[in-house]
């Protein structure tokens, strides 16, 4: 446990962080079957870079390990006999799939730490001086950020491909096939009650905040989704707050993961400039 090996099968690193006998698909979110690798791996790799940018003796002395970590989400090329090229990366859409080997649909909740990952491997490769990592990443970044403002964010260009209730809300919780929007995420969140769900969704889908969020967390989109953070803050405010809280329509549609006041002031904060 808490060791990363290589699977020689697949091609990439898996780990076990839990002491569960059996080894299902959910086990660690799913990451000893490829789920979610460019979220983990990603905030190592984030941490990494910024700590070799200062400290560049410590990372000569472990390249190799962080490299390892690096080449299991943002491989450039065919040449790798070891890893994929880009493992989670859909080159059509533009964005990332957070599914792996199973459960078999491919779903993305959390697109921005996606983002996260691949400014990380940008960052990186500035920190060794690797132009061909630095680009990677910026490639593969600029495309997941043009993919989240075009998908999973409302905004004046693209509110008619919505359905209404994203267009209220602001933000899609999640994308997935085959129902493509599929708004909420799917599992529980504390508080697990309407409409503080909905600024959950908002959340998931800013979490890290670094220096990249300025080029897709804007005024624009602050706008979208200010309505979904007051309404977290002052649940009443909602006009449906008490048809809602007697029945569970509300309780299936809206499931997600809570979201600390704290952003929701930093996202009054943008949208008032």
């Known amino acids: ?80 006999n070891f890893f994929p090229v880009s493992r989670q990366k859909d080159i059509y859409t533009g964005f990332s799939w957070a599914s792996g080997l199973v459960p078999g649909t491919r779903q993305e909740e959390s697109a921005s730490e996606g983002i996260n990952c691949y400014h990380g491997l940008a960052a990186l490769g500035d920190a060794f001086g690797d132009q061909n990592m630095k680009q990677t990443g910026q490639i593969l970044l600029a495309m997941e950020i043009h993919s989240v403002r075009e998908y999973w964010q409302v905004r004046a260009h693209n509110k008619a491909h919505f359905p209404p209730a994203i267009q209220q809300y602001g933000v899609v919780g999640m994308i997935t096939e085959p129902d493509f929007y599929a708004y909420t995420l799917n599992w529980p969140c504390w508080p697990n009650i309407f409409p503080q769900r909905h600024a959950c969704l908002v959340g998931i889908q800013v979490i890290p905040i670094t220096a990249v969020n300025k080029y897709w967390m804007d005024q624009e989109w602050a706008g979208s989704i200010q309505a979904s953070c007051q309404f977290a803050i002052n649940p009443k405010s909602h006009p449906a707050y008490n048809t809602a809280e007697k029945t569970n329509e509300f309780l299936t549609e809206l499931e997600s993961v809570s979201i600390a006041t704290g952003f929701i002031t930093y996202v009054f904060i943008i949208s008032s400039f």
């Not at 003796?57 to 970590?69: D, M, S, T």
């Open 1 to 80: 446990m808490w060791k990363l090996h290589y699977d020689d099968v697949w091609g990439g690193l898996f780990l076990r962080a839990t002491g569960d006998v059996e080894v299902h698909w959910g086990v660690d979110y799913g990451f000893p079957y490829y789920n979610d690798h460019h979220f983990h791996l990603g905030y190592f790799i984030y941490a990494a870079a910024y700590y070799v940018k200062y400290h560049q003796a410590w990372g000569r002395l472990h390249k190799e390990r962080i490299y390892a970590l690096a080449r299991d989400v943002g491989n450039p090329t065919t040449q790798d």
